[in-house]
Each structure stands twice: as C-alpha cells, then as structure tokens.
C-alpha cells in the first residue's frame, strides 16, 4: 500500500512538473514579445553586426569657387545706382557673367573689401569706403555664401558701420561672414555650417587697417594679425597674435572637416608673396588649416601647396575701378575646386584645382561695368586679351607650373 501511495505521488509530480513547463512553453512567446531588453539586445546585435561587417567605404564632395577684393569705389556705385533708375542700387547688372558660373557651387567666397555700413551714414569711396547694403544682396544673388570682412578698410568709417555692417550680415542665412564682430561673445562663437556630410568654416585676420586704431577695449570690431616691421622673425607683436590664431583654430579644428583661414595680407601691387606671407602661411599650415585664401594686393600673386595645404597668396581684384586705370588691378583671378572625405581614410583631399582669369571692363570714364571671365565671349571685345592671358597665367604658375589655368575663350 505504502509503495502504492508513493507511485502515486510521484505520478502526481511528473504531472505538474508537465503542466508547468508546457504553461511556459506557451507563455513564452508573450515574454518574449514583451520584454522591455528586447530593443536594447536587438540594437547591440546590430551594432556588434555593424563594426564585424565595416561600411561601404564613400567619398562625399564638396564644390569651392573664390574671387578676390570688392572694391566699391564711387564710380561702381553710381552705375549700380544708374541700374537702378536712381532709385537705390542695383549691382546685379555688373556680376551677369559671374553668376551662372559661381551659382553651380556648394560654397562660393569673396572679399568684402569696403565695410557695408548701409546709404544711411553715406556712401564714400577712396580713402575712407562706405558701400550700400545692395552690395551684398547682389553678392549674395550670385551665389557667394563666405565672405571675409577683416581688411585695412574695415574702420574705415568707425564702430557705428561695423556695426550696420554686423547687422547686415547677421540676418543672411546659410552665409558665414567672419573677421568683423560686435562683440567678444559674437568673436569667439564658433559657427560651423555642414553640406554633403562635410562640416566647414571659415576665419579671417587683416593684417592692418590703415593706421586706424581699433577703439580700447573693441578688439572685437576687427581681427588684426599685426605686421609692425620688415622681418616677421623680428615682429614682437605679430609672432605674440599666433597664439591668439592658434588658440582660434585649435576650439575648433576637432569639429570640423574642412577649414578655411582668408588672410588679407602682402604688399599693394606686388606680384609676389612677402616674408610675412610665407611666414604666416607655414604656420597655418603647421596648424592643421586646409586651405588658405589671400587677399589685399589688388594684383593676382602666386597659387601653390605648401605640404597638402592649398595657398593662394592674392586672387587680386574681383570688382573695382581705381582713378589710375592699370591692367595689374584689373584682372583678377577665381579659384575652383573640390572637397573630398572619404569614410574609410577619414580625411579631407582637395582635388580639381583650377583657376580662371577675370577681367573688370569698363569705359574710358568708369561707365558700362561688367566683371568677365577669360572663358566668356564677351571677353574677345578687350583689346590684346591673348596677351594679358598669357602674362598673368605666368604669375599663377610662379611657384609651381602643376597649377592649371583655364584657357582662353577662342
């Protein structure tokens, strides 16, 4: 009886035994479905699938284009207000071979030589430049997104047209406008702007502004890398700014891919870089910079590469109409090319350089203004084009006969 009653009781726990596990078995799926570790075990499934199977190695690309100095002398600005109907100013007219070519690019950089404090304090030319805001519109319209504002003219007429000129440019969208601030607090933000996968910026240093001091305590109104001497070993104040540039380019250099420093430096009309040029070149370059733009001179200087760093010493002139007419200040030059990163090596290449020469025509007494590329037809009515090509290509190539300069429309 005894071992009857515990065959029974051993039946008895192999049933329930049974039952629990076929309840579990059932229930399963509904732990399953329910179990709030399911996304986090899926992601860190994926995640450990991804870095055991790598990305599809990619390369992304970004288009550059640049001219140089918008030099607003008073006859421009007039014509500009004649394209108008004296009805305000109209600049469109003079960039119409421009546009459809500098419209095609990711980013597009020029020069804001004269500050735009707006027709509201008056408009002036040499010495002292003050422009309208339509300058920038027309600039703008054109399809230019980067401009730098720190030249010797930027104190031209004092803090009051920084500031219009701040204002202006702080209302532009999708547009970096980098040199010139209001204050410390907009000097020392870091605006980084992001196209095709590539994060870029841009700074900007004067070498001077014309003898004009910068207001005490303002230091902000303009970024001023002094040049004080002749030799830069021997310049105290200038190799003291590197470690402001330094510190600049270092708050920064981690977070983006691309960076582009636009100096306004060199000797007016000289064709060549100075000491303080390549000197300040180098030790751009020493810190990371991947392109390095120059403007100033009103003439087209030297393009080379100092390591995989792209130098243009001086794009020269894109628009302006000097009393003295000389060829020099009239051709200019616009620099392309293409940006590069690639997933896998995780580095930015600068590739398709080229250059084309550009040419501010007008009449005998600085009427009927149009900016025209070397490439363009219209460029066939300047007397001796062939020639002028051919002397400036020169100039381009000094340092280095690799860079490619566009020919000639025939």
């Known amino acids: 009886m005894a071992k009857r009653r515990r065959k029974r009781k051993i039946n008895k726990l192999k049933v329930i035994r049974f039952i629990i596990i076929l309840l579990f078995l059932i229930s399963l799926p509904i732990i399953v479905l329910n179990n709030p570790h399911k996304k986090e075990l899926t992601k860190a499934k994926k995640e450990t699938k991804e870095k055991i199977e790598p990305k599809e190695e990619t390369t992304t690309k970004l288009s550059l284009i640049m001219v140089g100095d918008n030099l607003i002398h008073d006859s421009i600005y007039k014509e500009a207000n004649k394209n108008a109907n004296y009805n305000g100013y109209d600049f469109k007219p003079i960039l119409e071979y421009i546009k459809p070519i500098v419209s095609k690019y990711d980013l597009a950089y ?16 040499y010495p002292a430049f003050n422009s309208p805001y339509e300058v920038g519109d027309a600039m703008i319209d054109t399809g230019f997104n980067l401009v730098s504002l720190a030249t010797n003219h930027t104190l031209d007429r004092g803090e009051k047209a920084i500031i219009n000129s701040r204002n202006y440019w702080d209302k532009q969208k999708d547009v970096i406008a980098a040199g010139s601030y209001q204050s410390e607090e907009d000097r020392n933000k870091i605006i980084i702007k992001e196209k095709n996968g590539i994060k870029y910026t841009l ?6 502004t014309n003898g004009i001091p910068i207001p005490n305590g303002k230091d902000y109104l303009v970024n001023i890398w002094p040049v004080t001497g002749v030799n830069p070993n021997n310049d105290i104040r200038y190799q003291q700014y590197k470690e402001i540039v330094k510190k600049d380019i270092e708050n920064l250099k981690d977070k983006v891919d691309f960076l582009i420093v636009a100096m306004h430096w060199g000797i007016e009309y000289q064709q060549d870089a100075n000491e303080y040029q390549k000197d300040a070149a180098n030790y751009l370059v020493s810190l990371g910079v991947n ?16 390591n995989n760093t792209l130098v243009i010493y001086s794009l020269g002139n894109f628009l302006s109409a000097h009393e003295v007419i000389n ?5 200019g030059l616009m620099t392309s090319l293409n ?12 590739k398709d350089v080229n250059n084309e020469l550009l040419y501010t025509d007008y009449t005998i007494d600085h009427t009927n203004i149009k900016v025209i590329p070397f490439s363009n037809k219209a460029i066939t009515n300047i007397n001796d084009y062939k020639n002028i090509y051919e002397k400036y290509k020169k100039v381009v190539q000094k340092y280095n006969q690799n860079i490619i300069v566009k020919e000639i429309y025939q």
């Open 339 to 350: 940006v590069e990163k690639n997933s896998k090596k995780n580095k930015i290449e600068i």
């Open 110 to 125: 020029y020069n804001q030589e004269t500050i735009l404090g707006g027709s509201e304090i008056g408009l002036s030319s």
């Open 203 to 208: 700074l900007n240093y004067t070498y001077g």
């Open 291 to 306: 392109l390095i733009v120059g403007t100033h001179p009103h003439v087209i200087q030297p393009v080379d590469y100092i």
């Open 327 to 331: 060829m020099d200040n009239r051709v």
